[in-house]
């Protein structure tokens, strides 16, 4: 199984990047193969209607690789700063980048880290329904966090509640994913 975490903030380093690697880790331990798209390091165009509506391949590399990886992913996460109540823009430029079908069939996980108060599942429920315009299926346990629960910049605090939902999402990631591929959608509805 594969999984792409998309690190959905322009700053490196950051507590949004720490959280989405924290996933990952978590993931691979329970048998993906994980690939982390920090999109604070790559160079992704914004979208554009011309090369969104065209069959061609796109004409940027780093693009044509973004798309492929989330393409050949078998679940995803999207993780993202919260900035005015709502998701990151350049996670928002990356997702536009993708063919309408690209999550048909996958389980996606979301996490947010927001600057203030726990104000950041606005930004979350605004992912999941982008979740589901391409197709893809959202699990039920999302993670939300706040500068507080971190230890530095790079690292979650051993706040357990934070930890205990991360892990809750990892394990939801492996179940649906695993009834995603077998095809049984009665396994995707008893693993929420």
Known sequence: MRALCVVGSPSPGSHTSALVRHVG??????GFEVTVADLGELELPRSHPDAYWSEAPHPVPAARDF???AR???ALVLGTPVYHAGYSGVLKDALDLLPKDT???KAIGLA????GPRGSSVAVEQLRQVVKALGGWPVPEQVCTVASDFAGRHS???ADAIRTRCTAMADQLVRFTRAMRAGTGAGVRSAA
């Open 25 to 30: 880790v978590l993931l691979a331990e329970r």
């Open 67 to 69: 798309i492929a990886a």
């Open 72 to 74: 050949g992913a078998d």
């Open 103 to 105: 999550f048909e069939g």
């Open 112 to 115: 947010a880290n927001a600057g």
């Open 156 to 158: 979650l605090a051993e």
